[in-house]
Each structure stands twice: as C-alpha cells, then as structure tokens.
C-alpha cells in the first residue's frame, strides 16, 4: 500500500508569503524523493527532486528539505503566486530491486493563493 | 519537446463496458508508467514498460485491466469489463531510461466515468 502522506489536506496562503506544505513517509528504505505540482485537469508536474544523502536541495523560489531521522520532506515555496494554486504530491522510490521506477504518491495537498 | 500524449480526453461508459486508453510518450523515452488516480488520492502506479517489455505490473489489476506496448513506443491500457470503481483519471507518464532518479513526464490524463 501507499506509504506516503501528508499532514494537511489544504493549505491556504495570501500572495507573496511563502507555503510550507509537509509530508510524512513510512518507508525507511525510501532513498529518493519527488515533489510534483498538479493543476486542474492535467497531469503531474515535476518540481524537485531529492536523494536520501542530501537534507536540502534548493530550485527557482522552491526548496525541498528531508528529515531522514523523523521520516519528513517538506516543500518550500518562496514569495506564492496565484499560479502557484494546484494540489502538491510528494512522492518516493526505492531506487532498486523489483520496484525500481515505482513511484509512491501521497494523498496530496491542496494549496490555494488568496490576492 | 512534446510532451506525453494521451487519448480520448474523457470517456464515459457503462459497467461492463469495455473501453481502452492510448499514450505517446515522450520520443526517445525508453520507460513508460501507466497510473490510475482516483479523485482526492495520489496516482497509483499500475504497469511499467521497459521499451516493449513489462518490467513491473504487480499492481495491476489483471483480471480485468491489460497493457501493451508492442514496438516500445505508444501503448494501450485496456479495462474489460469496466466496473463502477474503476472510474479515474489514468495517466500515462515517460522517462528516459527506467529509475527513481529519472524524472517521470506526466501526460494530461484520460478520465473515465463508469455509470
């Protein structure tokens, strides 16, 4: 089953402060971790991406930190936007053996930009 | 680029219906994933292709879904017979070569209604 899952449902920021949205993973054994953005009506959107060796990759207004000791990622988006409105899934892989590929979404969190 | 491709958009048919799903995926994409998400969740994968071979299909539900991907370029999902649960979006998403630290690209997503 789905080990990965999110501690808020909806998150709801005015524009230009920034979003923390948090996730929590079960699995120990998890070594690469993904953040993907998804508007109404499309598909997931890749936006950063995290291994197991590193507590903090940063990207354009965005930064993903992992807590290894506690099970915990969470997304940073620096100065929100309205276009920044869509639902936020973490996902994570096992990057080998029989489920290399798979990737474990989240419920997901949906984040809305109030002007 | 062009991106993942998917068809029909929408789709609604009756249980017990039968009813398939096309992707194109990303040219040169050696691994394509086929996800279902259902409304309110994360995507669950459902079958991975390695060029024309099946490398991960432990979740799919074989009794009624299939998959195939016969030159290691578009692929189809197939639902025979449809059931009322089976009522999703179905994504369909590439990469270049199979891994977690290979970004997945998302198509815009099939949705099925079963009535």
């Known amino acids: 089953g789905e080990s990965v899952g999110l501690h808020l449902p909806t998150l709801s920021v005015q524009e230009g402060d920034n979003s923390i949205i948090n996730c929590a993973y079960s699995?120990?054994?998890?070594?690469?971790f993904i953040w993907y953005k998804q508007e109404s009506g499309k598909g997931p959107q890749f936006i950063i991406d995290?291994?197991?060796?590193?507590d903090k990759r940063q990207g354009q207004r965005v930064t993903v930190l992992l807590n290894k000791t506690v099970k915990h990622l969470s997304l940073q988006i620096a100065a929100t936007q309205p276009g920044d409105s869509a639902v936020y899934f973490c996902?994570?892989?096992?990057?080998?053996?029989?489920?290399?590929?798979?990737?474990?979404f989240g419920r997901g969190t949906q984040l809305t930009v109030w002007p | 680029e062009a991106g993942v491709a998917q068809s029909p958009r929408y789709k609604i048919i009756e249980k017990r219906q039968s009813v398939a799903f096309w992707c194109n995926p990303i040219?040169?994409?050696?691994?394509l994933y086929w996800y279902q998400q259902i409304l309110g969740q994360g995507p669950k994968l459902l079958i991975q292709?390695?060029?024309?071979?099946?490398?991960?299909d432990s979740q799919l539900p074989k009794d009624r879904f299939s998959a195939e991907r016969l030159k290691g370029v578009d692929s189809t999902l197939k639902i025979q017979p449809a059931k009322l649960e089976d009522s999703a979006v179905y994504l369909c998403?590439?990469?270049?070569?199979?891994?977690?630290?290979?970004?997945?690209?998302f198509g815009p997503g099939t949705r099925l209604l079963v009535l």
């Open positions: 292709f390695q060029n024309n071979g099946v490398v991960d």
């Open positions: 996902a994570e892989n096992i990057q080998g053996g029989s489920t290399l590929g798979r990737l474990y």
């Open positions: 995290i291994r197991s060796n590193m």
């Open positions: 699995n120990s054994a998890s070594d690469y």
């Open positions: 998403a590439s990469s270049l070569v199979r891994g977690g630290g290979e970004t997945q690209y």
């Open positions: 040219s040169g994409h050696a691994t």
